[in-house]
């Protein structure tokens, strides 16, 4: 390579970082959530961590699967938060507005996996 392929070349390559880095990632809402996530709770094989989590009404909260199996997050009442089902390293964005305890499970398949989200005001 002459050194004006080279330089061609590293543009070209550092042009697509650029480009990459600024793109949105294409996330399934799934209804609920959206913005920039703020706080993170991540789905692993036995567990999720943290398993409490406490944060202000309208904070957008990521729910990301690194566990090596497809997984569901619902709450205990069924009707406060139910992620779509997550492949391994998929992730949920989950947002409410209004004050609330929401307990959750990991899946239905493991409901002794639980956690809790605590919004305050």
């Not at 809402?29 to 989590?53: E, F, S």
């Not at 499970?105 to 639980?114: I, T």
């Amino acid at each position: 390579m002459n050194s004006n392929s080279t330089k061609l070349f590293i543009s070209f390559c550092f042009s697509i970082l650029i480009i990459s880095s600024c793109s949105q990632p294409d996330v399934n809402y799934g209804g609920v959530g959206g913005g920039l996530p703020t706080n993170y709770i991540t789905i692993l094989k036995d567990r999720v961590k943290p398993a409490n989590l406490t944060v202000s009404v309208g904070s957008t909260i990521t729910f990301l699967n690194q566990s090596d199996s497809n997984q569901t997050i619902v709450a205990d009442n069924f009707a406060s938060l139910v992620s779509p089902t997550l492949v391994p390293t998929d992730h949920y964005f989950f947002n409410k507005t209004y004050q609330d305890t929401i307990i959750y499970f990991h899946s239905v398949e493991h409901p002794n996996l639980a956690g809790t989200i605590t919004l305050r005001p």
